[in-house]
């Protein structure tokens, strides 16, 4: 469970709602039903804690986790009341931070709760991909790459290519502890690869070597090797979650983009610096698309 990152926003927005240590403070009973912990005059009860997790975390705390929880929450709070003390939360910078957070804070809530109802995946759409998708199914892929941190890194890896083997590139340039073995991978098989490779892997012949891909770990170039009959013949229901996090994540994006669009029809969207307008250069992917685990429980309908 991400503990340590509940108590931190738990603090961030403790300090914005009491107005960085200038609001009202909520009056709190001297003893509640349900109390957990104190600490000076702020109770944690197990209202609160039940407020403090998220919906995707509700599942029942064993007596270690919840100590730790205890112990975390107690930490936190003796630092939260000491920084206000200090008069910490007066600087125009946490101010600033703060407000920012509980923006974002709000912001993700509210995309998580679109994206909840929007993002359901039937049976037959999983039985429907997997028909579609069959063949890449029956086949492994022995896949190399080469794997840098820029894209100015990987533009220079494409022109070393011009005039030196793959190997020898993957064996020089990439950051992979596999570049070791000339950047190879091995056999890979539909669902046990990253999407952004699925993405073009399929569509590559034996000995092509691909454009410029991005991912989370970094820029690739990857060469397909070669291919070969899957050595384990793959069924629906060996595959199934799989195809269910997959369809769930593509509903995700596409319900967010929806979403986004529909708030822009509605509100006025104006980049004054140009240099940040978006059509104007690329920018990563926003975070709010993934504001958490992928949740696909519940999400099947017959």
Not at 9 to 33: F, H, M, T, Y
Not at 50 to 67: A, F, I
Not at 89 to 111: I, Q, S
Not at 144 to 156: K, Q
Request: glycine share 6%.
């Amino acid at each position: 469970m991400k503990i340590g990152g509940i108590l931190l926003l738990q603090g961030v927005l403790i300090l914005a709602v009491v107005g960085c240590g200038k609001g009202r403070k909520e009056a709190l009973p001297e003893r509640r039903s349900g109390g957990i912990a104190r600490v000076g005059e702020e109770f944690l009860t197990r209202e609160h804690l039940e407020y403090l997790m998220p919906e995707s975390e509700h599942l029942p705390l064993t007596e270690q986790e919840k100590k730790q929880f205890l112990e975390r929450w107690v930490n936190t709070e003796l630092l939260y009341q000491e920084a206000i003390r200090r008069g910490l939360g007066d600087d125009p910078r946490v101010r600033t931070r703060l407000k920012a957070f509980e923006r974002e804070y709000l912001a993700d809530h509210l995309v998580y709760l679109e994206l909840r109802d929007r993002t359901r995946v039937t049976a037959q759409e999983i039985e429907r991909y997997f028909d579609e998708h069959r063949d890449e199914y029956l086949y492994e892929y022995r896949v190399s790459h080469i794997l840098v941190n820029t894209l100015e890194e990987a533009e220079n890896v494409k022109e070393l290519l011009k005039t030196k083997s793959f190997s020898w590139v993957a064996n020089h340039h990439s950051i992979d502890p596999v570049a070791r073995r000339e950047g190879d991978l091995g056999y890979l098989t539909k669902g046990n690869m990253i999407p952004e490779f699925e993405n073009v892997i399929f569509s590559m012949k034996p000995g092509e070597i691909s454009d410029i891909v991005s991912s989370d770990f970094g820029y690739h170039i990857i060469k397909l090797v070669g291919m070969r009959e899957a050595l384990v013949k793959v069924s629906l229901d060996d595959v199934r979650q799989n195809i269910l996090n997959k369809l769930v994540i593509e509903k995700r994006e596409q319900a967010y983009r929806d979403f986004l669009d529909s708030l822009k029809t509605t509100m006025d969207v104006e980049y004054i610096d140009r240099a940040f307008d978006p059509t104007v250069f690329s920018t990563v992917t926003d975070s709010l698309l993934f504001p958490g685990p992928v949740d696909t429980q519940g999400v099947i309908e017959e």
